[in-house]
């Protein structure tokens, strides 16, 4: 049940990508793109996912166990860092550079599109490097560990 | 600043947002998560056992929305303007950035903002920023 959930919320977020235009990276880009001919739908898209989204959230706020008696394990940190915004960033000009973020990447390989799949490896390639340095960071404030490994 | 009314599409806009609202609250409602597709596919790299199904289901579901879309009618436009060579970067910093910042649009910007994380919303204007001066630097110092 709790797998089958996870596809249909996946399915149905793919859908809302592809029906907000979201999946269209020269749509994103047009919105990106303050000083050209601004397209603000964008900005309506996260006013609709959010007006929705917040009742959500809010009913579960109190919940300790969802609808299916699964844990809620929604995060509970508040504390804004370096890391947090420096990634950001680093988000927002790969973002900015293509007009593709994780969701629309995944929607475009299901098109079967190169250059989505292209997108897709190199995120992934992106992911498998932060996992790496890691580890690394991991490995180096425990030297019990390294030697171990 | 000139508004392109010519691309501006308000009703698909708010519907499909709605419709990602809807996944979003569905995910939280049922599965008790955020849904964020930067951490739920960047958590594959890191597979821990009882913890992989859940996220494969997540990212076949966004995998298979198109797929069924095609079968039933043609599928809106999408135009990828950018080159291989700004592909592959721009996929490398999405891949790297959303990690260390711990989200992207859709566990920032939906979720957490949704849920008025202060985390989310200063990851949120951290990567609208960055993508607004991108795009500028590309476009109109760059292109110009």
Known sequence: ?149 | MSIAWNAFTPASALIGGAIIGAAAALFAVLNGRIAGVSGILGGLARPQAGDVSWRIAFVAGLIAAPLAWGLLAALPEIRVDANYFALAAAGLLVGVGTRYGGGCTSGHGVCGVSRLSPRSIAATLAFMAAGFATVYVVRHLIGS
């Open chain 1, 1 to 149: 049940m709790y797998t089958a959930a996870s596809f249909a919320a996946g399915f149905v977020f793919g859908l809302g990508l592809l029906v907000a235009g979201m999946a269209n990276p020269v749509k994103v880009l047009g919105f990106l793109d303050l000083a050209g001919a601004w397209d603000p739908s964008l900005a309506l898209v996260m006013a609709g996912a959010v007006a929705v989204g917040a009742g959500a959230f809010a009913f579960m706020k109190k919940r300790t166990r969802t609808l299916l008696g699964a844990p809620v394990l929604l995060p509970g940190a508040r504390r804004i860092d370096k890391r947090l915004v420096l990634g950001s960033l680093v988000f927002g000009v790969g973002w900015g550079l293509a007009g593709i973020c994780p969701g629309p990447a995944l929607v475009l390989a299901g098109t079967g599109s190169a250059k989505g799949l292209v997108f897709l490896a190199a995120m992934i390639v992106g992911n498998l490097a932060f996992e790496f340095f890691e580890k690394k960071k991991r490995a180096a404030s425990d030297p019990a560990q390294m030697q171990s490994s």
